[in-house]
T-cell receptor, first 116, second 110 residues
Framework: GAVVSQHPSWVICKSGTSVKIECRSL??????MFWYRQFPKQSLMLMAT?????????EQGVEKDKFLINHASLTLSTLTVTSAHPEDSSFYIC????????????FGEGSRLTVL | QKEVEQNSGPLSVPEGAIASLNCTYS??????FFWYRQYSGKSPELIMF????GDKEDGRFTAQLNKASQYVSLLIRDSQPSDSATYLC??????????FGKGTSLLVTP
């Protein structure tokens, strides 16, 4: 299957700082990537759809000024959590669609953010 | 509201038995359905997808889809302890992001 790489895997930061998470498609071009967030024992919740060369589309309730998404190339999307607070601590996972016809998503390894 | 519902479990089956995981969805416009496996602390990994009514088999896994009943299931034959994980069901309309259920925890006991 398609390979999606995410970095960093773990990050611990102080409250008020910003954290950037990178998501790369390694063996294919992804015009669209999706960012999910998962709290413990909960399902994956879609945060936003990242579109190469245009603005991201955010889901209802997700603050676009807090969660900055940039999709500057066909292989890279970044999520920046600005002014992070403890309630932002979560597992953030990016994904990309490997085959447009079938629609399955391939996930990055995920980034566990802990805000102290 | 597009919802995918799963029993949270845990579902416990003995090694070698068939594990049956079920999922219902509310959006009749959903076209594709996916089963992912997620180990604790790890990212989901795709097991299989299905978009036509009926059964689809891949090794020990069989996905079943009944669009009239808005029901999707996953059967795991010859269950192994390594199959112990949370299984996520997801639905999608073509071109859109996946909508996930909360997952069913499966425990395969030796």
């Amino acid at each position: 299957g398609a390979v999606v790489s995410q970095h960093p895997s773990w990050v611990i930061c102080k409250s008020g700082t910003s954290v950037k998470i990178e998501c790369r498609s390694l063996d294919f071009q992804a015009t669209t990537m999706f960012w999910y967030r998962q709290f413990p024992k909960q399902s994956l919740m879609l945060m936003a759809t990242s579109n190469e060369g245009s603005k991201a589309t955010y889901e209802q309730g997700v603050e676009k000024d807090k969660f900055l998404i940039n999709h500057a190339s066909l292989t890279l999307s970044t999520l920046t959590v600005t002014s992070a607070h403890p309630e932002d601590s979560s597992f953030y996972i990016c994904s990309a669609r490997g085959h447009p016809g079938t629609g399955e998503l391939f996930f990055g390894e995920g980034s566990r953010l802990t805000v102290l | 509201q597009k919802e995918v519902e799963q029993n949270s479990g845990p579902l416990s089956v003995p090694e070698g038995a068939i594990a049956s995981l079920n999922c219902t969805y509310s959006d009749r416009g959903s076209q594709s359905f996916f089963w992912y496996r997620q180990y604790s602390g790890k990212s989901p990994e795709l097991i299989m997808f299905i978009y036509s009514n009926g059964d689809k088999e891949d090794g020990r896994f069989t996905a079943q889809l009944n669009k009239a009943s808005q029901y999707v299931s996953l059967l795991i034959r010859d269950s192994q302890p390594s199959d112990s994980a949370t299984y996520l069901c997801a639905s999608s309309m073509h071109g859109y992001a996946l909508n996930f259920g909360k997952g069913t925890s499966l425990l395969v006991t030796p």
